[in-house]
């Protein structure tokens, strides 16, 4: 995908485009479906796209086509690779319903630290923890509840929870919290060993 197909079309009907960008992993097509459909469940009106996030949200000081570059040419560096995703978890602070990743975070935790460097860098409120967010934006009497049908709904999934990365999708985030596809960005890197 380029960097032009989707994003003026999309950036009209979804609202205005922010300076907000990430670097996202998207799961496959059956396993997201059954996310998304969870992620509905708890958080009715949410726009869901189950993703593992590289780069999160974040701002950026160069132009959209520059960081894409950038940023492809860093994930080329990288081999496909295995995610499994883990168990439902809460982050304590924030109260953020996810899974866990049970492999593939060092990998991505290697290219989180690569690509937050230069003029992708950005000083993140929070330590990079690779995780499917769930349910986020909570009332507190919500939480328990939503973690106990998210353990619930992923017992029972019938989806293979592993998956082969093969490539990055570059976002931006619009007025209306909708994400626009801008870019891929394939893992070309031929493992060693």
Not at 78 to 87: K, N, S, T, V, Y
Not at 90 to 102: E, K, N
């Amino acid at each position: 995908m380029g960097f032009e197909p989707n994003g003026a079309r999309e950036a009209l009907s979804a609202g205005q485009p922010l300076n907000s960008y990430a670097l996202v992993i998207y799961l496959p097509p059956a396993l997201g479906a059954f996310l998304d459909d969870l992620r509905l469940q708890m958080v009715p009106g949410c726009n869901p796209h189950a993703h593992v996030s590289v780069l999160p949200p974040r701002p950026l000081p160069l132009a959209p086509r520059a960081a894409i570059e950038e940023a492809r040419q860093i994930v080329a560096g990288f081999p496909p690779f295995e995610i499994e995703l883990g168990d439902i978890d809460i982050f304590p602070v924030t109260d953020v319903i996810y899974i866990s990743i049970a492999g593939g975070a060092e990998l991505l935790c290697q290219m989180h630290r690569t690509l937050n460097e230069g003029a992708l860098a950005f000083d993140e409120p929070f330590r990079y923890h690779p995780h499917v967010t769930l349910a986020q934006e909570l009332k507190p009497h919500q939480v328990a509840p939503l973690r106990e049908l998210a353990v619930r709904r992923w017992r029972a999934c019938p989806e293979p929870r592993a998956f082969r990365a093969g490539h990055t999708v570059f976002v931006q985030n619009t007025c209306g919290k909708q994400w626009i596809d801008l870019a891929e960005g394939p893992l070309r890197a031929v493992p060693v060993g």
